[in-house]
């Protein structure tokens, strides 16, 4: 069964980048689609980024031309690069199957100062 663990988030300063990882523990050949996701205080958990074996990716509005998503199937991992971060971006960042949901990892906190 594929355990999912979230880490490299932290404290930055508006403007600062963070890179995140996501290693699945039992494999990751047979997921199809990846995706990040963070819940904000007080608010829903949303889909920000996605990502397809083949390397097509998609994007939120709100982190469109800021983060990038990527996969490496070898390593069973996958990154998301967060440039020029906004408070608004403050959250707790989950990665997770998108199509079939998988139980969910702790999330790693990204934390936005103005």
């Known amino acids: 069964q594929v355990q999912l663990v979230e880490s490299g988030g932290g404290l930055v300063q508006a403007g600062g980048s963070l890179r995140l990882s996501c290693a699945a523990s039992?494999?990751?050949?047979?997921?199809?689609?990846m995706g990040w996701y963070r819940q904000a205080p007080g608010k829903q958990r949303e889909l920000v980024a996605q990502?397809?074996?083949?390397?097509?990716?998609n994007y939120a509005d709100s982190v469109k031309g800021r983060f990038t998503i990527s996969r490496d199937n070898a390593k069973n991992t996958v990154y998301l690069q967060m440039n020029s971060l906004k408070p608004e971006d403050t959250g707790v960042y989950y990665c997770n199957s998108v199509i079939a949901v998988l139980t969910w990892g702790q999330g790693t906190q990204v934390t936005v100062s103005s």
């Open positions: 990502i397809i074996k083949a390397g097509f990716t």
């Open positions: 039992g494999g990751l050949s047979s997921i199809n689609v």
